[in-house]
């Protein structure tokens, strides 16, 4: 049997033993531009993934799809927040429509909410756009479940950035949680040691801070979180800075341009290369 009459056969096996999607194409179309921009979102390529997830959205669109949009728009905003394109999340944030939404995807949206304005710098308002998340919290001395140690860890650092006086209690809050639980994820174990850094370093204990940051860093590193690591690298130069270590403080905000451009983040590059030239 020859080459051309396998491949024939191996072509109408193939044919008859696939069940096609009976859906319409333009559904199974937009589902699968949502898929190729969460594994662009996946390998950390923002760019291809928010152009995937536009296309998504005009798709949706165009079959009049509400919660599609609203879905294709949340994750358009993770894509654009992931290299700081505040102006772009911001134009969408404008246009949502939350009527087709649900408790859940409503609450990511306020997160998402308090995420870009923490990015900014804006604490406070960081704090209080997220405010009304912390209703979902236990009673401190009730045992939590992995999503209410994730809601504990942002607000404990948006305290702790935004520096309010009630800001040790939830840092204490957070320790006991992040002590007695075993549901804490690496990801969120390596966030808390950063946050802890913060709060040693905020409380002159250099050394401490500067222990506590390294080992973050060695977590982020290991799961290949490559805007975790470069956000680590700029604040353990602030704490070498604060040792008055300059040189290593320009080595480890030179290690974080280098991802930031390679995420293609030309505002935390800028932001990078300004805190290297003030050294």
């Known amino acids: 049997m020859t080459k051309s009459a396998l491949l024939i056969i191996m072509l109408v096996i193939s044919a008859c033993s696939s069940t ?43 079959i009049d799809d509400q919660h599609g949009v609203l879905l294709a728009q949340i994750n358009l905003i993770k894509s654009n927040l992931a290299i700081s394109q505040f102006a772009l999340t911001e134009q969408i944030f404008s246009t949502l429509n939350t009527n087709t939404a649900t408790p859940a995807l409503r609450a990511q949206i306020i997160a998402l909410r308090a995420h870009s304005l923490f990015l900014q710098q804006n604490y406070p308002a960081a704090l209080h756009t997220f ?9 401190r001395h009730a045992p939590v479940n992995n999503a209410q140690i994730k809601l504990l860890l942002m607000q404990t650092k948006y305290a702790l950035f935004a520096r309010t006086p009630d800001a040790p209690i939830w840092f204490q809050r957070l320790s006991t949680v992040m002590t007695d639980n075993t549901q804490v994820s690496s990801a969120q174990l390596a966030l808390f040691n950063r946050l802890a850094a913060h709060n040693a370093l905020h409380a002159g204990r250099h050394t401490q801070a500067l222990t506590l940051m390294q080992t973050s860093l060695t977590s982020y590193k290991a799961i290949v979180n490559r805007r975790a690591t470069a956000a680590c690298l700029q604040e353990l130069a602030k704490i ?37 030239a003030a050294l």
């Open 20 to 62: 096609p999607d009976p859906r319409p194409y333009a559904l199974t179309q937009s589902e699968q531009l949502m898929q190729q921009g969460i594994s662009a979102y996946q390998q950390d390529n923002y760019p291809q993934a928010s152009k995937s997830f536009n296309a998504a959205i005009t798709l949706y669109q165009s």
């Open 131 to 139: 405010a009304p998340l912390l209703k979902q919290l236990s009673d």
């Open 240 to 276: 070498h800075i604060a040792m008055h270590n300059i040189v290593a403080a320009q080595q480890a905000l030179g290690r974080a341009l280098l991802i930031r451009q390679w995420l293609q983040d030309s505002y935390k590059t800028q932001q990078i290369s300004q805190q290297l």
